[in-house]
């Protein structure tokens, strides 16, 4: 197999997602990581965690089979993205890397700052997340840096319908700056709904764009992304 290099952007499971790709491919070298921050993954959930790693500690880890999460170390018990050079490094000796391309502070739904996601060039894929739980519920509360639409930075209590849901996914897409071919999208926590037919309606629309895009629920379809992602390796 190739080398292949997936980031994940997006909120509402995003966490979850990259640890589970991850997972998937195992049996070869992986490296798990972030161009941003995020909060380290370690042992059983990976083989080995590494913080500021010498080039040599990391170089010798990385050609290994199973899951190495590495980074450098940062505030709030948080890893931020290894220095450049050893980050490319790391990219090239892994037969898979794995990383986080933004940060959500846990919430559903989010749009970017200037300067995000932070995209390794050469990324082959990007899984876009969205979370179902914020529909119905207010702007102000569910999406992160939601001041970047100013309508809703002059209106933080407006709710989250299929028009703010997709206006939010929309803007995810874009930003990753790929080919709509090397972008996934999934809409996580399909467990929430009530009404399931509102996350079939969203599918369908994103899918008229042209997005391949699946609806579910990582924690309870925890071969979700193995299934889909990894279908045709």
């Not at 071919?181 to 509102?198: F, G, H, K, T, Y």
């Not at 996350?199 to 764009?209: D, I, N, Q, S, T």
Request: charged share 25%.
């Amino acid at each position: 197999m190739k080398r292949y290099c997936m980031a994940v952007i997006g909120a509402g499971g995003k966490t979850t997602a990259v640890k589970q790709l991850a997972a998937a491919g195992a049996e070869r070298s992986v490296l798990l990581t972030t161009t941003t921050h995020m909060y380290p993954v370690e042992p059983p959930e990976c083989r080995k965690l590494l913080l500021d790693p010498s080039a040599e500690e990391l170089m010798a880890e990385i050609r290994k089979p199973g899951v190495l999460c590495a980074g450098s170390s940062a505030a709030e018990g948080k890893m931020r993205s290894l220095p450049d050079t050893l980050l490319e490094q790391a990219v090239c000796a892994a037969k898979l890397t794995v990383y986080e391309a933004d940060g959500a502070k846990r919430l559903p739904l989010k749009l970017h700052r200037p300067g995000e996601p932070v995209i390794l060039p050469d990324t082959d894929l990007c899984l876009v997340v969205a979370g179902l739980s914020a529909l119905g519920k207010p702007v102000g509360e569910v999406v992160h840096r939601y001041e970047r639409n100013p309508a809703w930075a002059a209106d933080a209590g407006r709710l989250i319908g299929p028009e703010e849901f997709l206006y939010c996914v929309l803007e995810n897409v874009r930003t990753c700056e790929l080919p709509a071919e090397r972008i996934r999208m999934l809409l996580n926590q399909a467990d929430c709904l009530a009404e399931p037919r509102v996350g079939e309606r969203l599918v369908r629309a994103l899918r008229a764009k042209e997005l391949d895009c699946r609806m579910g629920s990582l924690q309870r379809e925890p071969g979700l992304l193995r299934a889909w992602i990894f279908a045709a390796d």
